[in-house]
């Protein structure tokens, strides 16, 4: 026959005296009182979850805030949620966010992708969060959205013509309600059931780009006779000879540069691929980065403008339609010339294709992607140094005096 406890009293939990250590009275049932060395008496429950089979404690408040008649009304509330074949701490968890609003679950989640996306994936869906998600649903309580709500935004989106904007919002929406999710807001996670078939097919087009060489020539003659702001000019034929990612160009920062070693590490939280990037140095982009240092030494970023802010993602872009290229080029247009080029010549310059791609910064998918770590340095060293050749080889002795 099992122990049988004697409930406690109110006049035995007032006369309780403080020891060295804690030590529990206890009224049967799981419910117990923790008379704390600090004086304080604290009723708590203790019982075996339902989900993990494991021993747990939960606090149900302090003496005598929180009466003894309180405590049993609490702890039979727990039986309760006990037989139904859930755990009062998910239980509470639950009921606690109930009123929770979409805006507080977003600086939450924000905290928490902060650290595990590249910079600029990281401001991309802010503004997505910014833009399209807290414009509709900022003071909803998190609970109460509706699939259906998410689907008319996202119809609203592609109805403004924004179909690529449209996806992201979707997935943005997905990724934070997933954390949600996790953090007990919400039981189930209503963007998933959105077919994905519903939505308008995007079809990605490659940014203007020219692949000629006779375009080539034109485009530098052209880029070198323009007037212009000469920060703009050395970050467009920086872009040009190094085909980095536009954001990468514009945040680019001394200490990422050694000159000695002739490379520049752009750090993993900077890149797409989520993982450090070498861009090998030439004579040509050594000498664009000097003359930079000309006029930007006292800057963390090798490409500010007067403002004492980076490059502007606009001004090289606006420096080429300046230049005649509207429609026709752009700075990320730079990336696509420089990969055409440099697969077409592959028997000149003798580096495979697999160099070509790491050089770019882009990784391959599968299991290909998974198992291949080589970085072919060697071989991006010798592809970077043919490149910038390859260009100035296109200056006329005029023209080349004007870069810097």
């Known amino acids: 026959m099992g ?24 009224d049967g049932s799981g419910l117990q009182l923790t008379v704390r060395k600090n004086g304080s008496k604290i009723f708590e429950f203790r019982y075996k979850s339902p989900l993990t089979q494991k021993p747990q404690k939960i606090t149900i408040g302090k003496y005598p805030i929180v009466t003894l008649a309180g405590a049993r009304e609490t ?4 039986q309760k ?16 966010n109930e009123g929770i609003l979409f805006k507080t679950v977003t600086e939450e989640y924000r905290k928490y992708i902060k650290s595990e996306l590249a910079d600029t994936t990281f401001k991309r869906t802010n503004g997505i969060i910014d833009n399209e998600l807290l414009r ?8 109460e959205i509706t699939r259906f709500q998410i ?20 997935a943005a929406m997905t990724g934070l309600l997933r954390f949600a999710l996790s953090c007990g807001y919400i039981e189930h996670n209503v963007a998933r059931d959105i077919d994905k078939g519903m939505l308008k097919k995007y079809e990605p087009t490659n940014h203007p780009h020219i692949e000629s060489v006779s375009d080539l020539k034109e485009l530098i003659e052209a880029m070198n006779a ?19 990612r536009p954001s990468n160009v514009r945040f680019l920062k001394w200490e990422w540069i050694d000159f000695d070693n002739k490379v520049v590490t752009i750090p993993e939280k900077m890149m797409k691929t989520r993982k450090p990037h070498l861009v090998p140095l030439t004579d040509e982009t050594i000498r664009l980065l000097k003359e930079a240092y000309k006029i930007n030494a006292k800057y963390e970023h090798v490409f500010t403008m007067p403002s004492g802010k980076p490059l502007a993602h606009i001004e090289i872009g606006r420096f080429l339609k300046n230049c005649g290229y509207i429609g026709t080029q752009t700075a990320h247009g730079f990336r696509h010339t420089a990969s055409t080029i440099l697969h077409e010549n592959m028997r ?12 770019m910064a882009h990784v391959e998918g599968g299991v290909k992607g998974v198992y291949n770590k080589a970085e072919y340095l060697e071989e991006r060293i010798k592809l970077m140094h043919w490149w910038s050749k390859y260009l100035t080889s296109l200056y006329t002795a005029d023209n080349h005096s004007d870069l810097g």
Request: proline content about 4%.
């Open 136 to 143: 509709v649903f900022a003071n909803k309580p998190i609970k």
């Open 348 to 359: 000149k310059h003798g580096i495979h294709s697999e160099a070509i791609e790491r050089q």
């Open 226 to 244: 323009k007037k212009a702001n000469p920060v703009i000019k050395l970050g467009a034929f920086f872009a040009l000879h190094t085909f980095l």
């Open 75 to 78: 702890r039979a509330e727990y």
């Open 81 to 96: 949620t006990l037989l139904k074949g859930m755990d009062p701490k998910e239980e509470r968890v639950i009921a606690k």
């Open 3 to 26: 122990k049988t406890t004697k409930p406690l009293s109110d006049t035995e939990i007032k006369r309780a005296k403080v020891e060295e250590k804690d030590y529990a009275l206890y």
């Open 151 to 170: 689907l008319a935004l996202v119809r609203e989106i592609e109805d403004r013509g924004h179909i690529a904007n449209a996806k992201k919002a979707l």
